[in-house]
């Protein structure tokens, strides 16, 4: 497995290129937790889609669809030569939808987890985890 942990200024963010998730869905899922964790507020800029590319070792065209999806999702303006831009956001309520549409990751991430060995307590530890920091509003 290759694993680039990248710091930039946009944090701390984890690309694996031997995984099956395309990197540009990569890219967009750890801005995304940096969004919704508010570590970048309304009207602040992001790296440009160059920089971000060299500090990651990607082709630009990459960062520029995670920066496109984000901005589909409401999350960024994109303007041309002058970069992205923090959107001001209110999160949607979700409706059944979107709960399924969360806990079907959920549940295969848990069976992968599993099926990799992991025993259900040492699962549920990392689950619980995660939950304490989302109580704190972290991710």
Same mark, same amino acid.
């Given at each position: 497995?290759?694993?680039?942990?990248?710091?930039?200024? $946009?944090?701390?963010?984890r690309?694996? $290129?031997?995984?099956?998730?395309?990197?540009?869905?990569?890219?967009?899922?750890?801005?995304?937790?940096?969004?919704?964790?508010?570590?970048? !507020?309304?009207?602040?800029?992001?790296?440009?889609?160059?920089?971000?590319?060299?500090d990651?070792?990607?082709?630009?065209?990459?960062?520029?669809?995670a920066?496109?999806?984000?901005?589909?999702?409401?999350?960024?303006?994109?303007?041309?030569?002058?970069?992205?831009?923090?959107?001001?956001?209110? $999160?949607? /309520?979700?409706?059944?939808?979107?709960?399924?549409?969360?806990?079907?990751?959920? /549940?295969?991430?848990?069976?992968?987890?599993? !099926?990799?060995?992991?025993?259900?307590?040492?699962?549920?530890?990392?689950?619980?985890?995660?939950?304490?920091? $989302?109580?704190? !509003?972290?991710?």
């Open positions: 497995m290759y694993v680039c942990d990248v710091q930039s200024e $946009l944090g701390m963010l690309i694996d $290129l031997k995984s099956t998730t395309p990197v540009y869905e990569q890219i967009a899922n750890g801005l995304r937790a940096e969004l919704v964790a508010g570590r970048f !507020g309304p009207g602040e800029k992001l790296p440009t889609v160059r920089r971000l590319a060299i990651l070792g990607v082709h630009h065209n990459t960062v520029a669809e920066y496109r999806q984000l901005a589909n999702e409401g999350w960024l303006e994109l303007k041309r030569h002058h970069g992205a831009m923090v959107r001001e956001r209110r $999160l949607p /309520r979700a409706g059944p939808e979107g709960k399924e549409r969360f806990a079907r990751p959920l /549940r295969e991430l848990v069976a992968r987890a599993l !099926g990799e060995g992991l025993s259900p307590n040492a699962v549920a530890k990392e689950m619980m985890k995660s939950a304490r920091k $989302l109580g704190r !509003g972290a991710i």
